[in-house]
């Protein structure tokens, strides 16, 4: 059993940074792929970014990508996103997600593991 729980969240301009932080329990955590995912008001919950086990393979949405950069401390227990250049557009709770395989931690519908959210809002 995995739980994740994020944090980081907040108010932030247009065009500022925020870092989202997920810190994991559990003493398996090194060996889960794990994703950011959000969801906007009225939107469906959508990907945004993944990590294999390792930090080697990263993916993101075409919509973030050149601006949020995924990582993990797997030492720490803990996985980063970080969010620059951010849009209006980005304002969304930003939930972590883990699970045993990469294309799985990819998909909402598959995901093994989900923390609460944090909510990011950009104002313009």
């Known amino acids: 059993q995995v739980q994740l729980v994020e944090s980081g969240g907040g108010l932030v301009q247009a065009g500022g940074s925020l870092r989202l932080s997920c810190a994991a329990s559990g003493p398996t955590f090194s060996s889960y792929a794990m994703g950011w995912f959000r969801q906007a008001p009225g939107k469906e919950r959508e990907f945004v970014a993944v990590?294999?086990?390792?930090?080697?393979?990263?993916s993101y949405a075409d919509s973030v990508k050149g601006r949020f950069t995924i990582s993990r401390d797997n030492v720490k227990n803990t996985m980063y996103l970080q969010m620059n250049s951010v849009k209006p557009e980005d304002t969304a709770v930003y939930y972590c997600?883990?699970?045993?395989?990469?294309?799985?931690?990819?998909?909402?519908?598959?995901?093994?593991?989900w923390g609460q959210g944090t909510q990011v809002t950009v104002s313009s």
């Open positions: 997600a883990g699970s045993t395989l990469l294309n799985r931690a990819k998909s909402v519908r598959m995901v093994d593991y």
């Open positions: 990590i294999n086990w390792n930090g080697g393979i990263t």
